[in-house]
């Protein structure tokens, strides 16, 4: 009985997972940018680098962080980053919230800029 039970709650997660993940404003990974010509990073001052976030990574600004920690709240992913940058080596708290094709970015406990994605 309860490998039956085990077996339903598996099928259960996996298709709770698919069905976020089949819902292209909830995806945060990639590149973000204020607009269109930062997108690209090249020959551009550090406020207008690309938020760049992948499974494993994220990097903004001069941080390059790896990421210890990450949960969802809602819409809301939040992360515990662990950054080396000029600053030296620190831990950041990452928000990200995904609205309207838009990500708003908080970096650091502060509200850095509601980003657009980089095609």
């Known amino acids: 009985m309860s490998l039956r039970r085990g077996a339903a709650a598996a099928a259960m997660a996996l298709m709770s997972c698919q069905a976020l993940a089949a819902q292209p404003d909830e995806k945060v990974t990639g590149r973000w940018a204020v607009d269109?010509?930062?997108?690209?990073?090249?020959?551009?001052?550090?406020?207008?680098?690309?938020?760049?976030?992948?499974?494993?990574?994220?990097?903004?600004?001069?941080?390059?962080?790896?990421?210890?920690?990450?949960?969802?709240?809602?819409?809301?992913?939040?992360?515990?980053?662990?950054c080396w940058g000029e600053a030296g080596e620190r831990s950041v708290?990452?928000?990200?919230t995904p609205h309207a094709g838009k990500l708003l970015l908080r970096w650091d406990r502060v509200n850095s800029g509601d980003l657009k994605r980089c095609e």
């Not at 992948?54 to 709240?73: E, F, H, P």
């Open 36 to 82: 269109q010509d930062a997108c690209s990073g090249f020959s551009l001052s550090a406020e207008r680098m690309p938020l760049v976030v992948t499974d494993y990574a994220v990097r903004w600004r001069g941080d390059s962080c790896r990421i210890a920690r990450m949960y969802k709240t809602g819409h809301d992913v939040h992360i515990q980053a662990l």
């Open 93 to 96: 708290p990452v928000s990200l």
